[in-house]
């Protein structure tokens, strides 16, 4: 799951009508669950403790994208694939990265012994200038004395972007600014495009220090960023194609997705190891299979810098492989204890075949799983490309997201499991080789009756 964009809810009024389906389509089985056999020819091989053991392998190490870590996490993944006789391939991409170089700031000639981190999307540059306390930084606590002069500035109340442009456009030529009340550490802070003059960080500590002393003497500083600026990384996808059986192929393709990279230092047991996990359950059970639909089975890179993986995957389909492409499922954090229920998102919060195979494995199974609007994942990337795609996650998220603690220890099987269940039925309800192509089908069990659901992540 990716934090940085934020998709806005549906409007209200908009979403929250009933399928449409006649009333007797509304069968909700969910006080007599049974799954059909067709069902059971998938979800009675599931075995979690697989799923698990694959948390638990890759989870083992942080995998953020471009590391090491990652790279190791794609050659277990490939060779897993590998073992199931899957054709296999590892698709490289690169995608650009903040290095924040080497930054440093002389006070009165003498070098600053405190840590200094560069802002990311800092210029280079040396600039030498008296140094002056502009406060929190807002358009109050800047005057024209700041022209010609470096801008000590607070953190807090403001964006970063403010607080550096209120200076910009009084004339100053560099930033240092420190923690604010409660931030720990150095490492922080964004500069913008246009935004040309090099800023850094420093700790609270280390500001408050220097509000003391140019209370009682003048500083002049040097601020010196340089080597900073962005890098290509490689990031890689991993692809496992299963052919439908010859006799029976109706053309079709489905693609059953999670992402394999982590947040940085995190070891990301729920986002996306999990995910991965149920993506090769699956790809173990269908490997024997016969199906009269092509399956891929892709884990991503890159997804937490931006779906860039994803995003490079859809622009290699070709308009052949979109136009048969009827389904992308995206699994993305199906395995935490502390989250909340299922549900499925789409970009548009409309439904799609994706959310109608999903509810109605649900009803079969467990229960009816509901609908929701949400980006942020993977699926987007096929959504604009004209796939119905969606992501299945749990909502609200756990409170360790994105941090050190999403640990294999809050995983739970039951949810690993019946989430592998649902997809997993899904999946074959459209492969299944005793059914015709999809636009033809009246495939059993009839649609069931599913709702939007707004609620927060
Ligand atoms: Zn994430």
């Known amino acids: 799951m990716y934090r940085k964009t934020f998709t806005a809810l549906l409007v209200a009024g908009l979403a929250l009508s009933s399928s449409g389906l006649p009333a007797e389509a509304g069968n909700k089985p969910t006080d007599n669950p049974s799954a059909h056999a067709f069902d059971n020819k998938v979800i009675k091989k599931i075995n979690v403790d697989n799923m698990y053991n694959n948390i638990a392998k890759l989870s083992a190490q942080p995998r953020e994208a471009g590391t090491e870590g990652e790279y190791n996490a794609v050659q277990y993944i490939k060779s897993q694939f590998e073992q199931l006789g899957y054709e296999t391939e590892l698709q490289p991409f690169t995608f650009p990265e903040w290095d924040g170089g080497d930054s440093s700031i002389l006070l009165n000639d003498q070098v600053f012994d405190g840590g200094v981190h560069t802002f990311s999307g800092s210029v280079n540059g040396n600039v030498t200038a008296p140094l002056v306390y502009v406060g929190l930084g807002s358009t109050e606590e800047v005057s024209n004395d700041v022209e010609g002069k470096i801008a000590l500035i607070e953190r807090g109340s403001y964006s970063f972007y403010d607080k550096i442009q209120h200076v910009l456009d009084k004339g100053a030529v560099g930033v240092i600014m420190f923690n604010g009340d409660g931030n720990t550490g150095y490492q922080f802070g964004s500069a913008y495009e246009g935004q040309d003059i090099p800023a850094v960080a420093i700790s609270r500590e280390d500001g408050l220090k220097l509000v003391n002393r140019l209370e009682n003497e003048n500083v002049t500083a040097t601020v ?125 919060g409309e439904k799609n075949l994706v959310t109608d195979f999903g509810a109605a494995a649900g009803a079969r199974i467990s229960e009816v799983v509901e609908y929701g609007q949400l980006g942020r994942s993977d699926h987007v990337p096929f959504f604009e490309r004209g796939i119905p795609a969606a992501l299945f996650i749990h909502a609200p998220l756990e409170p360790w997201y994105h941090s050190p603690d999403d640990t294999l220890d809050k995983i739970s099987k039951e949810k690993l499991q019946e989430v592998a269940e649902i997809v997993g039925a899904a999946v074959y309800q459209i492969a299944r080789p005793d059914t015709p192509a999809l636009e033809n089908a009246r495939v059993a069990p009839g649609p069931v009756d599913y709702e939007y659901d707004d609620r927060p992540l």
């Open 224 to 348: 010196n960023v340089e080597n900073a600026g962005n890098v290509d990384k490689t990031s890689y996808n991993v692809i496992a194609k299963k052919k439908p059986h010859p006799n029976k192929d109706t053309g079709q393709i489905t693609m059953i997705g999670a992402h394999h990279d982590s947040v940085h230092g995190g070891p990301g047991a729920n986002d996306d190891a999990s995910g991965v996990s149920a993506v090769l359950e699956l790809a173990r059970i269908m490997a024997k299979t016969p199906t009269d639909t092509e399956l891929r089975f892709v884990t991503f890179g890159a997804e937490e810098k931006g779906l860039v993986g994803s995003y490079h995957y859809a622009s290699t389909l070709s308009e052949e492989e979109v136009e048969k492409t009827v389904a992308h499922f995206q699994l993305d954090m199906i395995g935490s204890r502390d989250a909340g229920d299922l549900i499925m998102f789409t970009p548009d």
